[in-house]
């Protein structure tokens, strides 16, 4: 069977008719609901959107949060004023660094990286970090890397209760981010725009409750690169075109690859395309320049992170069916 | 150490942590991963408990599915690894 990297290729002007037809119709017809709210984070999936919604369903009608907090680079606030004013839409800035104060979540970041690393001090940074998958069959085990002040990093492997710890308290950030975004498509009478491309949709790279919940999601049938073409055919600043993926949810910059998926978008996307074309590894592994054994665990991994990441798409369960046509 | 008592050590641990009941059955060639059994939480609780149960420490790049794949992979590295430090 032949495979190249081709098979991602879409028609984007097709595409974008495509969504922004769906979107109206979802939005107006389904949701009944006036306009879009979306959280702008200066990355490359939230300026898509916006640029799709505006659209779709006009400047007017769209409203974005840019909701930074102490650990967001600075780069992501200037690049999400910068979608924001290219695509006019009216937009607040929210500094989320209070409430997340409040919540504890900072407090209980430290305290988690202190069973582990006792010196940690609060005026340190740190990510979350996982083993690449191409160079051994590497289990998917979660790592910190912290950098005291005077430059100096270190690496451990988390216990149990710090990494849970840490990813709870990690995770008020996103799921405050939302709270913000349901008030504002309250006060407006707006639905949400959910922002996820088809890698995070699919390997469940999003909080419950947090960045993954949403009214529609535009965008989680494509792939990240497909999302790339989407942006340059719908004109947006080359400086988000351009800027590598972040998480931007640390104090240190991380890659999703090294947080999430182990290996480059390029290559998720197009080995997830693959498996799910129930593709053969060795006819994608030439394509990739990577082995046939490399892409054999890469597929694993797609099955193991499905498995473990179905929880987060459950909706609740109910001991009985409920009689409701509306639901 | 007899491997067999590693192997039930091991055995109980996941059917009880991550099946809930210990009284399930898990073939122990079973891949853990593909099967859906252990995730990547799973997987440091799993380094955990054997970590502090036989007061070792495991070397990152001991960490590879080839040696946690399934219950007899785990035992048989944990049995060689015990059988080194002798």
């Known amino acids: 069977m032949k495979f190249s990297r081709d098979v991602l290729k879409i028609n984007e002007q097709e595409e974008i008719e495509k969504i922004t037809t769906t979107i109206r119709t979802q939005v107006f017809s389904e949701l009944h609901r006036k306009g879009a709210v979306l959280g702008l984070s200066g990355g490359i999936d939230s300026s898509v959107c916006a640029a799709l919604c505006v659209k779709a369903l006009g400047a007017e009608n769209v409203f974005a949060i840019l909701m930074p907090e102490k650990d967001s680079s600075q780069e992501s606030i200037e690049l999400g004023k910068l979608v924001a004013d290219s695509l006019n839409i009216n937009y607040e800035i929210n500094d989320i660094t209070n409430l997340l104060q409040a919540s504890g979540c900072y407090k209980f970041q430290v305290e988690a990286i202190r069973e582990i690393i006792p010196e940690y001090g609060e005026d340190w940074k740190c990510k979350v970090i996982i083993p690449s998958i191409l160079d051994k069959d590497r289990l998917n085990i979660f790592h910190i890397t912290v950098q005291s002040p005077d430059g100096k990093m270190q690496t451990r492997r988390f216990t149990p209760t710090s990494y849970l710890k840490l990813i709870a308290a990690t995770n008020w950030k996103q799921r405050i981010r939302k709270c913000i975004e349901y008030y504002h498509a309250d006060r407006l009478y707006y639905a949400v725009c959910g922002t996820p491309n088809r890698l995070e949709y699919d390997q469940g790279f999003f909080v419950k409750n947090g960045d993954g919940s949403a009214d529609f999601k535009p965008i989680a049938h494509l792939y990240k690169s497909q999302v790339y073409m989407l942006a340059k055919a719908l004109g947006l600043p080359e400086k988000i075109i351009h800027r590598p993926p972040t998480t931007d949810t640390f104090s240190l910059a991380q890659t999703q690859e090294e947080f999430f998926f182990a290996v480059s978008y390029e290559i998720m996307d197009l080995c997830l395309y693959a498996y799910n074309h129930n593709i053969e590894p060795k006819f994608v592994a030439s394509e990739i320049n990577l082995t046939e054994e490399q892409v054999k665990r890469i597929y694993k991994d797609i099955e193991s992170k499905r498995k473990a990441t179905r929880y987060l798409h459950m909706k609740p369960l109910l001991v009985e069916k409920i009689l409701n046509p509306e639901l | ?86």
Request: hydrophobic share 40%.
């Open chain 2, 1 to 86: 150490m007899h491997k067999e008592e590693i192997t039930l050590i091991v055995s109980n641990y996941i059917k009880k942590n991550f099946l809930f009941d210990e009284k399930k059955e898990v073939d122990n060639d079973i891949s853990l991963y593909q099967s859906g059994i252990i995730d990547s939480m799973g997987t440091i609780e799993l380094i955990s408990f054997l970590e502090n149960t036989y007061k070792i420490r495991f070397d990152d790049d001991e960490l590879i599915a080839e040696n946690f794949d399934s219950i007899n992979a785990i035992s048989n590295f944990l049995y060689n690894k015990l059988q080194n430090i002798k």
